[in-house]
């Protein structure tokens, strides 16, 4: 591989045999042994021992089912949770969330050939009436709090003293969705996808809390994100807006495909969108600026926002530019001052929302997809010269590369 193949296609598109996402979740997985024997040294012996269980099934899996795991998107956040606790040497908090790592190992190792005849046994971090197991799209919704789960085949859905028995099976979406004490729940997905469309995780209302606590930006007012409801009208929108993408750029949809793995629908009276590195693989939109059924709108910003996660990967391996430490720049879009990074992400979005709007004005004829390549392209160009206007900025070969790729972008709507 050249020092620029990792870029892949046209405006740095993730292609098939993709080395972006695969260092990510290699990395992620290579701290998994590590990490869990901090937390197990951390949290006492009992959280020592069910760790190293955990840690054994996790490296029993096959490449495809850790990439999964990893790529999802609450791995991310809770290796993050984690991390913190351990800093701050939160004893109390590693025993209780380290027994969410079973969760994301569990099916997985239930189905494998190396899973106990005799059931795979979860025990929950504390009573619950709900269990998820992140990246599979049915979740459990109990009639009383359960602490103790176990698959098996045999199982009853019942529940006994605090413990539920389910077959694998009726977990994966087999049959009647209520079975004895459980019901089973299915998340809707962007038509077409696996991507889930969903705000109900209990992680998702606690990552908003943590933003809504923090200090506004000068210029700007304190975050007020917040769960709401998704209609069916919400998620036909939504999918309706990815098979634009899909109809006007099909590569930019199967990089959307790889990376994006849950689209969150939240409220907010001024917050548009945004991704997280500690929630790698989530996009959140809101209608703040404009309702779902704005179908032009929802595609841009769900692009827009799937390649900040695609760029924020690719910069973990090539910076693209360095400038001077300490280095701002005037943000065609923002009040307050850019850093490297922050602009970086901003031009890099704006070329793919130039040249989706010019594609899908040449294929629909739209006036509003011409409009917004106009619109786009300009902001784009003044991203540019912004950063080039750094004198201390230095391009490696591959910013050169993505670089001439963005150029490229604002001649052909000169």
Sequence with gaps: MSSTDFLGG??????????????YVAKLRASVPKVIKRLGQLGGEQTETELALWGQRFAALDDSQTHRILSHPFFPY?????????????????????????????????????????????????????????????????????????????????IRDGSAILPTSYILGNGEPRLGHTLRARRP????????????????????????????????????????????????DISRAFALIQD???????????????FVPYASQFHSSFTEAALMGAVFLSEAAQPFDAIHYTAEHLLHENSHLRLMLILELDPLVTAAEGA??????????????????????????????????????????????????????????????????VFTQAGNVLWAQMREETEQVA
Aim: glycine share 6%; charged share 25%; hydrophobic share 40%.
């Design 328 to 393: 701002t720049f005037n943000s065609p879009v923002r009040k307050d001052k850019r850093p490297l990074w922050g602009m970086l992400m901003a031009v890099h979005a704006f070329a793919r929302i130039t040249a989706f709007h010019r594609r899908a004005y040449t294929q629909t004829g739209l006036e509003i997809h011409g409009e917004l390549t106009q619109t786009n392209a300009g902001l784009l160009k003044k991203g540019l010269d912004e950063i080039e206007g750094e004198p201390s900025a």
């Design 248 to 262: 006007v750029w099909p590569e930019l949809a199967s990089e959307i495909r790889a990376y994006t793995r849950l």
């Design 10 to 23: 046209e405006l740095a598109l993730a292609q098939d045999n993709d080395p972006v996402l695969d260092a």
């Design 78 to 158: 809770l290796w993050r949770q984690l991390m913190l606790a351990a800093q701050r040497k939160d004893s109390d908090f590693v025993r209780t969330w380290s027994g969410h790592f079973a969760r994301f190992v569990a099916l997985p190792y239930a189905t494998g050939p190396g899973s106990n005849a005799a059931g795979t046994e979860l025990v929950l971090p504390e009573p619950v009436t709900e269990v998820r197991f992140p990246g599979q799209r049915h979740h459990l919704i109990f009639d009383t709090a359960v602490d103790r789960l176990v698959i098996d085949e045999r199982g009853d859905g019942a």
């Design 189 to 236: 997905v962007i038509a077409g996808t696996d991507i889930e469309i969903d705000n109900t995780d209990p992680w998702i209302a606690r990552h908003f809390a943590s933003m809504n606590s923090h200090e506004p930006q000068p210029g700007y007012p304190r975050c007020d994100l917040s769960v709401r409801d998704v209609s069916e009208e919400n998620i036909a």
